[in-house]
């Protein structure tokens, strides 16, 4: 498992919680701190009750934090939700983004990280587009950021 070798999560670290959020999508077991931010990278499509899971990470993190979303254009077809083969790139953001919403994250955003040669999307002014370039992402590889703030101002029940 990729956690047992990262050493700066090893048995015990804080912040470190495992679980399969498709069979218990919630985050009851974290109860003891909260968190300053949350990062989910090319996994989304693969939960199966995303509203809750991001409606119980809302209730886990700092006022004022961010949740992070990274979202690709690869997949395991066998694997991911269904939804999700059969709407386009743009559709797909908008849909992470709704997710965000209707839980109660504000300031939901998306940001385009591909070059930005003539594509539509927001422009990332980051410098995570350079990063993805450099780690082997091209012009034309999909891929995004979907992100929200924690904020009372947004109460859902």
Known sequence: MELDANIELSDGAEGRFVTDL???????????????????VVSIDYLTQLREVLGSLRRVVKEGATVNVVVSNPCFP?????????????????MVADYLYFP????????DL???????????????????????????????????VNSSEREVS
């Open 22 to 40: 498709n069979k218990e999508p919630d985050f009851s077991a974290v109860t003891n701190s909260l968190f300053d931010a949350a990062t989910c």
């Open 114 to 148: 591909r070059d930005n040669n003539g594509d539509e999307g927001h422009q990332d002014n980051t410098g995570l587009a350079e990063f993805m370039k450099w780690a082997g992402f091209g012009a034309h590889d999909s891929l995004g950021v979907v992100r929200g």
């Open 104 to 111: 109660g994250w504000s300031n939901v955003e998306i940001v």
């Open 78 to 94: 066998t694997k991911t939700i269904a939804r999700r083969l059969k709407i386009g790139e743009e559709e797909r953001l908008n």
